[in-house]
């Protein structure tokens, strides 16, 4: 009977890495548009498949992105890795997450904050068809979430795209030592890039702790 009723109650709520908030690609759709996404970052979301997002865990475990859920900042420590539910051809992908909230949702003056960019993705894994492996560096590591201390919770949004042809080239003007991650134009970088619109997509809210920086520290250059 317990054994029964623990079955029914994830089967109703999902585990901790679950199901509850994003899944399934209508619902991602509609929590991008419940937030305001397609218009804040000025781009079309019709996703085809579905982008998942992983955060490894210092103690092994791990969890899963669902597309409007809150996660702690350090369950968001380390580099995550990424996966594709569907039929996406075979790539080469590029993906791009970003912040538009920062230094807080009512002041986005050092928005987009670029977290995450890399190319040359593809699913090439013999293991698992679905994870996405990158083949050469990226051009902006991960970097975490880091709100401010007195900032409302941040959307990071990470966005799946076939690479163009002239991505590569755009890339390259990024890695420039003089480009900073922050205020970064996620559509104006998509003009110069050639990327169509994103055919996957996700995004988590993360808010600050008590590790939490007072301000916003200044725009370093070495940041890639
Ligand atoms: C890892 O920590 C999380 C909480 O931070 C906990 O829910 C999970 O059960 C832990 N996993 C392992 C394998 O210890
Ligand atoms: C993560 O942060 C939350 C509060 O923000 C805290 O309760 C939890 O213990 C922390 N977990 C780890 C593994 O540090
Ligand atoms: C907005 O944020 C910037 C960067 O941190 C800061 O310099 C500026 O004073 C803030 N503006 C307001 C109105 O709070
Ligand atoms: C894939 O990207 C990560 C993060 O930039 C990097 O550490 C790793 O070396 C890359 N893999 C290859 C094969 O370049
Ligand atoms: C992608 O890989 C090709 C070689 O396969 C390389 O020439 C190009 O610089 C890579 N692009 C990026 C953005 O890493
Ligand atoms: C980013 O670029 C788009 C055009 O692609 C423009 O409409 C928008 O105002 C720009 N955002 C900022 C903050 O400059």
Redesign the pocket.
């Known amino acids: 009977m317990l054994l029964h009723l623990t079955y029914l109650l994830v089967a109703l709520f999902g585990t901790h890495t679950g199901k509850a908030a994003g899944h399934g690609l209508a619902e991602v759709v509609d929590q991008f548009h419940r937030h305001n996404i397609p218009e804040d970052l000025?781009i079309d979301f019709n996703p085809l498949v579905q982008l998942q997002v992983t955060f490894p865990q210092v103690n092994g475990s791990s969890i899963s992105v669902d597309a409007g859920r809150q996660l702690e900042k350090n369950e968001t420590l380390l580099s995550p890795y990424y996966s594709i539910d569907g039929h996406a051809g075979p790539g080469p992908f590029v993906i791009i997450c970003v912040d538009p909230d920062a230094p807080t949702p009512q002041n986005?003056t050092l928005?987009?904050v670029r977290h995450f960019m890399g190319g040359n993705f593809s699913l090439t894994d013999a293991r698992d068809p679905h994870h996405l492996v990158n083949t050469t560096e990226a051009t902006t590591y991960y970097h975490e979430p880091r709100p401010i201390r007195s900032s409302a919770i941040h959307r990071y949004i990470f966005l799946l795209y076939k690479q163009s042809s002239g991505y590569t080239a755009a890339a390259q003007t990024l890695t420039n030592p003089n480009y900073a991650i922050v205020?970064f134009?996620?559509?104006?970088f998509?003009?110069a890039a050639g990327l169509d619109q994103p055919i996957g997509g996700t995004f988590m809210l993360v808010g600050p702790d008590a590790s939490s920086p007072l301000k916003s520290t200044p725009p370093t250059p070495a940041l890639r």
């Open positions: 000025h986005r928005s987009e205020r134009n996620l559509s104006s998509m003009n």
